[in-house]
């Protein structure tokens, strides 16, 4: 048995998908997470862009397997990205990611989309709620006409602004927090088992996916694994990895900035959303005409066994 050491960032999804790498490919893995401000090797990095570039101390020898959510405000953290993905293998879960780093001159070997996260309980024979939302909550920053950056409420990320609201039109409905943060109308949660977390996104019909930009996408996929009808912005990950989600237009935009005080790993996303209104539309006439879900196809595309053995 391969033993490796896994850095990845502390965000739930990639420890999630660590675990879950290392499961399928029988390794046994050590795994080091948090800020790391010294020097350290280790065999694989599983995070975003520029997590990759700020922990830059964090020294992978075998791959590194990232998720791109933007783009770089410096061309040195272009360049650290390109060093690194020239000295080791990098993959990406989009072909949106890979058109991203490619622009940049960065080495992609292959699109290795995100798995469902074993084990995937059966579907449900009853569904109790109408709309069901669940993600975590945080605010990024903005930067204004001054040049100074503040956290704003168009770049909270997860779209809970929106949920209010969906929350008034459908009574038959409920919000889990994942990180426990307060969020009107909504249930705080830590899930240690990922089969809770695959049973609570089985309580509704509809899956509202409120997110205004994504890396990949992995609530909603676990939602329609579960046989879940999924409502979502039309924001490009989604659109490419899960075809099957209904879409609403996104007419609004803003720029938003990650780690805006750290001139080398400085980066930017654009969050879009549309008409609440339309959203709500959708999601009632989803209800009402439930689009087919052909959860089995779902889950045999995103299959761990199939997609992480290729990182072997």
């Known amino acids: 048995m391969q033993q490796l050491v896994v850095y990845h960032t502390n965000v739930t999804s990639y420890s999630i998908i660590a675990r879950e790498i290392c499961r399928v490919n029988g390794w046994q893995c050590r795994y080091i997470t948090g800020d790391l401000w010294l020097p350290i090797d280790v065999d694989a990095f599983i995070g975003s862009q520029f997590d990759a570039v700020k922990w830059h101390n964090v020294r992978p020898r075998r791959f590194a397997y990232i998720t791109v959510e933007g783009q770089f405000d410096s061309a040195h953290a272009w360049r650290a990205l390109r060093d690194l993905c020239d000295r080791i293998t990098c993959y990406v879960p989009t072909q949106w990611g890979r058109a991203v780093l490619e622009a940049h001159g960065v080495k992609v070997q292959d699109v290795i989309p995100h798995a469902l996260p074993e084990p995937v309980p059966g579907p449900p024979g009853e569904r109790p709620l109408d709309v069901i939302?669940?993600?975590?909550?945080?605010?990024?920053?903005?930067?204004?006409?001054?040049?100074?950056?503040?956290?704003?409420?168009?770049?909270?990320?997860?779209?809970?602004?929106?949920?209010?609201?969906?929350?008034?039109?459908?009574?038959?409905?409920?919000?889990?927090?994942?990180?426990?943060?307060?969020?009107?109308?909504?249930?705080?949660?830590?899930?240690?088992?990922?089969?809770?977390?695959?049973?609570?996104?089985?309580?509704?019909?509809?899956?509202?996916?409120?997110?205004?930009?994504?890396?990949?996408?992995?609530?909603?996929?676990?939602?329609?694994?579960?046989?879940?009808?999924?409502?979502?912005?039309?924001?490009?990950?989604?659109?490419?990895?899960?075809?099957?989600?209904?879409?609403?237009?996104?007419?609004?935009?803003?720029?938003?900035?990650?780690?805006?005080?750290?001139?080398?790993?400085?980066?930017?996303?654009?969050?879009?959303?549309?008409?609440?209104?339309?959203?709500?539309?959708?999601?009632?006439?989803?209800?009402?005409?439930?689009?087919?879900?052909?959860?089995?196809?779902?889950?045999?595309?995103?299959?761990?066994?199939?997609?992480?053995?290729?990182?072997?």
């Open 133 to 312: 939302y669940l993600n975590a909550h945080y605010r990024f920053y903005c930067r204004d006409k001054f040049g100074l950056f503040s956290q704003c409420d168009s770049c909270e990320r997860k779209g809970w602004r929106f949920w209010p609201e969906i929350r008034k039109a459908f009574p038959g409905s409920l919000g889990f927090v994942s990180n426990c943060e307060v969020v009107d109308g909504a249930v705080g949660f830590k899930a240690k088992d990922i089969v809770d977390v695959y049973r609570l996104l089985a309580l509704g019909r509809v899956y509202a996916h409120l997110s205004t930009h994504e890396g990949f996408g992995l609530n909603p996929l676990m939602a329609a694994a579960m046989g879940a009808a999924v409502v979502s912005w039309d924001i490009v990950p989604v659109r490419e990895v899960l075809p099957e989600a209904v879409l609403v237009p996104a007419q609004s935009c803003a720029t938003c900035y990650l780690y805006p005080h750290d001139i080398m790993a400085r980066g930017t996303f654009t969050a879009c959303w549309g008409s609440v209104g339309e959203f709500i539309e959708a999601v009632r006439r989803a209800l009402g005409s439930p689009p087919a879900v052909d959860w089995q196809a779902v889950r045999q595309k995103f299959s761990a066994q199939k997609l992480y053995a290729r990182l072997a």
